[in-house]
């Protein structure tokens, strides 16, 4: 049997998922032994198989239209989608701008921010791509398995890719279970 | 007793305990957040539903009296998912990231409940609204977005500190919690004991100074005994890398019941005075810093001479701060071979001296704190406990809106007068008119409860009208209500024992008796003493006034005591002062040898409080390098002037008969 393919991508986030991922150390070759690492950010190739991969993994809330397509395309994509991390589970830190708004959000950091000179404006390039409220992927597409944490632990990543690629359903709970 | 099934486990539980209650004692735990056992059950979070046979819905455990033959689940699926689904409305509601929140990662108890129910997410998002955030208090921050609005803290701020400061403003989602009539906590009725931070079960209630320093999960707190008063409140001390993080109060303390006032959960963190981290010597009128051999040398060089001559040596003060082992290694070395004219302590007696004379003779009379759990009127005389002693300040203003009534009679206006039902200001020195002339009118009106024979009872009841001030109908009022207590309490502060009256406390006493405050088990009458360890100076005799005479040196022994600008005035004139201090002071400045000592956190000793309890306070700390043990220096100037002291200091304070049982 072919082994399984797992894609992954980042979206609002901080990379500290990735980080996290990177952080299991020498079981890494373990996950690699399992399954097929096809494409993540980190890696060369940037986008998951047009052909479809076994487990798509996300990180990072989705706060622009272009975070919506990275989404959707994960979505499409994958068989099984994993949430990784409190951004891409709750909207984490990100979110905190949904209390006071995206323009108040962007004024405050691009214009009045005591380090900008005077006279910064908002960017307002067309090809920009459009904020949006930041939003937890599942409120976006739907999710197979949240696992939070800020980040979560490389214990935690290993033992949900582990489970995956070799067909079994993580549980995440006691020790595994933090959301931040 | 009813009997009841939970999980299939047999429970006896006494009738009146909730379902909630039974089923901790049976060790099966029910999950809650606005259930604490301090407070009374409000049912607010409808975390802990339970199911109950022949009942239509779930119902809250917390709020559900135990019944004969009720039949309980608490851990099936359809209750598992009716928690989730709780808890996800309590996460949609506000703002509940934990990223960015300070009790995140074993502190938060909505966390913790969110984990025990496996939620890996919520299925709702929030609403993203905002509530408004108070930082105006000195000690911590109010922030309504993090609330759960479970009202421990409101529930705490009445029920517990009986300051109802706290309440809750608006309705459903709106509704915040707000100190009086929504002012900023600053600036509120506050009285900044700090109950509400140590229930709040989310990070709503922050405390300023250990806010971000570590989760308290990961601490082991040390059980310990506060310095800050008579009282002596039990303390959980929350220590992290040598450094107090925050002291909380202890729920199983005897005294405290987890209270505490401001001076206990907050000087200890906000300590600013400058530490002394070497022993100094005044050389050509400067102090400088010297080895610890050349100053107890010094010491010892000039206080040895002196030894033996009882009345131009040595005059030895220590603080009643200082823990018994101290008091009584000092008591030993002045008071014994060396013969000191004065051997006295900070607090000379003003507290004590006349209520341990009066027991010398008739034996202990005084009685525990915990009668204010059963009395229905407190008789306050010559304190202003609220203030000076304020967790017992704390039993007396929660018990007020139970029905307890409350007369205070004090030389000084306004003492205890917004709580009170009778709040009487009579002459100074008129406290022995005062008491003769209660006893009289309850004699003469024949309210007593037990037999009084009182011949003159007329001319004492004259006699008390003129010398307090107070007209007869108020005084006949005090008189009616204080006889018609079914269980009084009678309480006395530093007002009456500074007067030093043996005759004045002896009054007071057979008034208790006639009262029925002080009858067969019960002792309803108290005196409030004043510094943490007032009774073991009481105990080991360290209670006489200080008055220099003509004497060659001093002997200060202050620990970490505040020192009193009184005592600095009398000490100016000491041609020779030596100075056992931790902190810099107007004292330390004019010493001639000053020797570093640690604070109460930084070395073990006990303290007897003011109803005789004998508490330990535990070494949570290190000192600075240089800084030495209070008893240990004493013990050191001992061996240097060649006068060994046994320094067995539970003998020592048993050579002095108790004005209460010690336990």
């Known amino acids: 049997m072919a082994k399984p393919k797992i894609a992954s991508d980042w979206m609002c986030g901080c990379a500290g998922c990735h980080m996290s991922l990177l952080d299991m150390d020498e079981r890494i070759l373990k996950v690699a032994e399992l399954a097929d690492l096809r494409a993540t950010p980190i890696t060369d190739l940037k986008e998951p198989d047009a052909s ?28 099984i989608l994993v949430a990784l991390g409190d951004c891409a589970v709750f909207g984490g830190v990100p979110a905190m701008r949904n209390f006071c708004g995206v323009e108040a959000a962007l004024k405050r950091a691009y214009v009045e921010a005591e380090s900008n000179e005077p006279g910064c404006e ?3 390039d067309p090809e920009l791509a459009t904020m949006t409220q930041t939003r937890a992927i599942h409120e976006v597409v739907p999710v197979d398995y949240n696992v939070p944490g800020c980040p979560p632990d490389a214990d935690v990543i290993f033992y949900v890719l ?14 595994l279970l933090h959301w931040h | 007793m009813v009997q009841l099934t939970i999980n299939g486990k047999q429970i006896e539980v006494p009738e009146g305990t909730t379902v909630l209650r039974a089923a901790a004692q049976a060790g099966i735990t029910i999950p809650t957040l606005c259930d604490h056992k301090e407070l009374t059950p409000y049912g607010g979070c409808r975390l802990c539903i339970v199911e109950v ?6 119902i809250a455990s917390c709020t559900l009296p135990a019944t004969q033959g009720m039949v309980v689940s608490t851990e099936t699926e359809a209750l598992k998912k009716s928690r989730k689904f709780v808890l996800s409305m309590l996460f949609s509601e ?7 929140c300070q009790v995140s990662g074993g502190d938060c108890e909505l966390q913790n409940a969110a984990y025990h129910e496996e939620m890996t997410h919520w299925p709702m998002q929030p609403g993203w609204n905002n509530y408004p955030v108070d930082s105006t208090h000195p000690y911590f921050v109010l922030d309504n977005n993090r609330c759960i609005l479970c009202r421990r803290c409101v529930r705490a701020c009445g029920e517990l500190a009986g300051n109802f400061t706290l309440s809750v403003a608006e309705r459903g989602a709106a509704s915040i919690i707000i100190a009086d009539t929504n002012v900023p906590l600053g600036e509120s009725t506050c009285i900044k004991c700090g109950t509400c931070v140590q229930v709040c079960p989310t990070g709503a209630l922050i405390d300023r100074t250990s806010a971000y320093q570590g989760n308290e999960a990961q601490i082991t707190p040390v059980k310990s005994v506060c310095v800050g008063c008579s009282v002596g409140c039990s303390v959980n ?27 206990g959960r907050y000087d200890p963190m906000t300590e600013s005075r400058q530490r002394i981290t070497s022993p100094l010597v005044r050389k050509n009128g400067q102090l400088e810093p010297v080895s610890w051999d050349e100053a107890l040398g010094a010491v010892a060089d000039k206080l040895k001479p002196l030894a033996g001559d009882a009345h131009t040596g040595v005059a030895a003060i220590a603080s009643t701060r200082l823990p018994v082992e101290t008091l009584s290694m000092f008591k ?20 004590t001296a006349a209520v341990f004379a009066v027991a010398e003779r008739m034996g202990a009379f005084e009685g525990k704190l915990d009668v204010l759990r059963t009395a229905d009127l407190t008789l306050c005389l010559g304190a202003d406990i609220v203030n000076s002693h304020m967790v017992a300040g704390f039993l007396i203003k929660r018990a007020l809106p139970k029905g307890m009534r409350l007369v205070s009679i004090n030389p000084q206006a306004g003492v205890l007068e917004d709580l009170a039902d009778l709040a009487l200001v009579n002459q100074p020195g008129s406290d022995l008119s005062l008491v003769e002339g209660l006893k009289a009118i309850i004699v003469k009106e024949g309210l007593g409860r037990t037999p009084l024979a009182l011949p003159n009872a007329a ?20 008189a009616r209500m204080l006889a018609g207590a079914i269980s009084p309490v009678i309480l006395f502060g530093k007002g009456i024992t500074a007067q030093r009256s043996e005759h004045l406390i002896e009054s007071l006493h057979s008034l208790a008796i006639l009262v029925g405050a002080v009858e067969r088990e019960r002792a309803g009458l108290i005196s409030m003493k004043g510094e943490a360890n007032s009774t073991a100076a009481a105990l080991l005799g360290l209670d006489a006034p200080f008055v220099l005479n003509g004497q060659q040196a001093v002997f200060a022994a202050i620990g970490d005591d505040y020192v009193s600008g009184r005592l600095v005035k009398r000490l100016v004139k000491a041609p020779y002062l030596v100075v056992q201090a931790a902190y810099q002071s107007k004292l330390t400045e004019q010493a001639d040898v000053v020797l570093p000592v640690s604070t109460w956190a930084e070395q073990e000793g006990h303290y007897i409080n003011l109803d005789g309890r004998v508490q330990k306070a535990e070494k949570v700390l290190t000192g600075p390098e240089a800084v030495r043990d209070s008893t240990a220096v004493l013990g050191e100037i001992a061996m240097r002037m060649n006068m060994p002291v046994r320094a067995d200091w539970q003998q020592a304070i048993r050579e002095r008969k108790p004005s209460m049982a010690l336990n």
């Open chain 1, 52 to 79: 479809g991969v076994d487990v798509g993994v996300l990180e990072g809330g989705i706060n622009n239209t272009a975070n919506e397509e990275v989404a959707h395309k994960m979505r499409a994509r994958a068989k």
């Open chain 1, 122 to 124: 908002i960017p307002n």
């Open chain 1, 162 to 175: 582990a489970e995956l690629a070799q067909g079994r359903k993580p549980e995440l709970k006691d020790d």
């Open chain 2, 53 to 58: 046979q022949g009942f239509r819905v779930p």
């Open chain 2, 94 to 100: 506000r703002n509940h990231f934990c990223p960015f």
């Open chain 2, 237 to 263: 001390l929350l220590v992290r890398d040598n450094r107090l993080v925050r002291i909380e109060g202890d729920w199983t303390g005897p005294v405290n019941h987890g209270l505490l006032c401001e001076h």
């Open chain 2, 332 to 351: 030993e070395l002045f008071a014994g071979e060396f013969k000191a004219h004065i051997v006295t302590s900070t607090e000379e007696g003003m507290t």
């Open chain 2, 459 to 478: 001319r004492l009841i004259e006699e008390a009208v003129r010398a307090t001030g107070i007209p007869l109908e108020k005084l006949t009022q005090a």
